[in-house]
Every structure is written in structure tokens, then in C-alpha cells.
């Protein structure tokens, strides 16, 4: 399999965390691409028509995407223990993952609007907005980490991403300061093999 990614995409972290967490890393190859809104990878458009990472080229030809969809791929084809329930738990950890990827999506779009778009078409209250969602939705992780406890589903994957990519593109925002439940948690998964070896630098 042959994986398109970034080592500073939060979404393509999701998906290298889970390959390191099943055992599938030798099974996949990684290709860094270079991504931008406003210069398609014409490497990537050949195969994934948004011209997003991550996308998955899979053995017999199919390319995957987004990451919610290639992480549950990857989650069918090993035999440790499941990232994504297939019982009640399920639904849970569907819903934080998309928590999760819902705050990544507003910090890309930020990052995008503070580095991408040129100053003069920036605008404030739009960011603004987008920062509402993140401050909101780390609250609500904040709230729901202390139950937690060693549980390290995909739910907890995209929660070490949102807070990766914070701490990589947004440090001066200092998401810690008012949630220090969600700091001691991250601080409890940080070491994580699968976690260190995604660190974005
Ligand atoms: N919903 C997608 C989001 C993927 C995404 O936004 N990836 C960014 C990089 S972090 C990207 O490829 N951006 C390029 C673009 O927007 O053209 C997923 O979960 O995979």
C-alpha cells in the first residue's frame, strides 16, 4: 500500500498512528507530498480528485480517502485489538473522531488564512469564528478526557492530532492554560511509540 501524506498534516498523522498502532507499518510505503490549496500536486490529483492528503493507494488499486476512511481500512486488516469498536462503543468513538477532525478542520483553515492568503484579503472575524470551534471543541475534549483512563481507540488518536498540530502551528494560543485535565492526558500519551515517531517538526 502506498500512503500520500505529509509529516505536517494532522489528518495523515491520524493515519500513521494507526499504522504504527496495528502493525501495518511494514506493509505500507510513504510518500511525502506537498500540498497546497492553491497549487494542486498534480501527483496527488491523478489519484485523489480534492487533491488532499492523506489518500491510500491499496493493494489491488482503489485509492481511499479521507482519513476517517483509511484509518477504518487499516483498522480491518490486522488481528490485534480493534481502534475502531464494532460494538456500542462504537458510536462514541465515531463521534469523537469527529470532533476531533471538525477542530483540525477549523486550524487548517486558520492556517491557511494566516499563511496561505495573501494579507490583504485576511479577515479577522472570520478567524475569529473558526478559533470559537476549536476553543469550544477542545473544551468539550477536555471534559471528556478524564474518562479516558489507558483507553487508545481512534477517538484518543485524532485527540493527540488536534493537539500535536496546536502545539506545532498555534503554540502562542496555549491551549493548556485553561484545560489542564486534557494537558495531563496528553502529557499520559505522549511518549507513545506511534506517537513520537509522527511528531510533526
Ligand atoms: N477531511 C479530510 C481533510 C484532509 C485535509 O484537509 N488535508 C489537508 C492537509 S492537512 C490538505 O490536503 N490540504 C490541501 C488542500 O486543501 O488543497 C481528511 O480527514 O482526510
Same mark, same amino acid.
Given at each position: 500500500m502506498r500512503?500520500?501524506? #505529509?509529516? $505536517?498534516s494532522p489528518f495523515a498523522r491520524k493515519v500513521r498512528i494507526v499504522a504504527r498502532e496495528t502493525g501495518l507499518l511494514p506493509r505500507i510505503e510513504e510518500i511525502t507530498?506537498?500540498?497546497s490549496p492553491v497549487s494542486p500536486n498534480t501527483d496527488l490529483a491523478a489519484r485523489n480528485p480534492l487533491v488532499k492528503i492523506p489518500a491510500l493507494e491499496t493493494n489491488d488499486g482503489k485509492v481511499l480517502y479521507d482519513s476517517s476512511v483509511i484509518c477504518e481500512y487499516l483498522d480491518s486488516l490486522h488481528n490485534v485489538e480493534r481502534l475502531i469498536p464494532s &460494538?456500542?462503543? !462504537?458510536?462514541d468513538a465515531l463521534r469523537l473522531q469527529s470532533l476531533c477532525d471538525g477542530i483540525l478542520d477549523a486550524a487548517v483553515l486558520c492556517r491557511y488564512e494566516t499563511f496561505v492568503r495573501p494579507e490583504p484579503y485576511r479577515w479577522n472575524d472570520w478567524i475569529k469564528g473558526q478559533f470559537?470551534?476549536?476553543? #469550544?471543541?477542545?473544551?468539550a475534549l477536555a471534559a471528556e478526557a478524564p474518562a479516558w483512563g489507558a483507553g487508545f481507540g481512534i477517538g484518543q488518536v485524532g485527540a493527540v492530532c488536534v493537539l500535536g498540530y496546536l &502545539? =506545532? !502551528? =498555534?503554540?502562542?494560543?496555549n491551549w493548556r492554560a485553561s484545560r489542564p485535565r486534557l494537558a495531563q492526558w496528553y502529557t499520559s500519551v505522549v511518549s507513545r511509540?506511534?506517537?513520537? $515517531?509522527?511528531?510533526? $517538526?
Open positions: 500512503l500520500w501524506h #505529509n509529516p $505536517a507530498a506537498m500540498v &460494538d456500542a462503543a !462504537r458510536w470559537t470551534k476549536i476553543n #469550544n471543541g477542545l473544551d &502545539d =506545532f !502551528r =498555534f503554540a502562542d494560543e511509540g506511534s506517537v513520537t $515517531a509522527t511528531m510533526p $517538526a
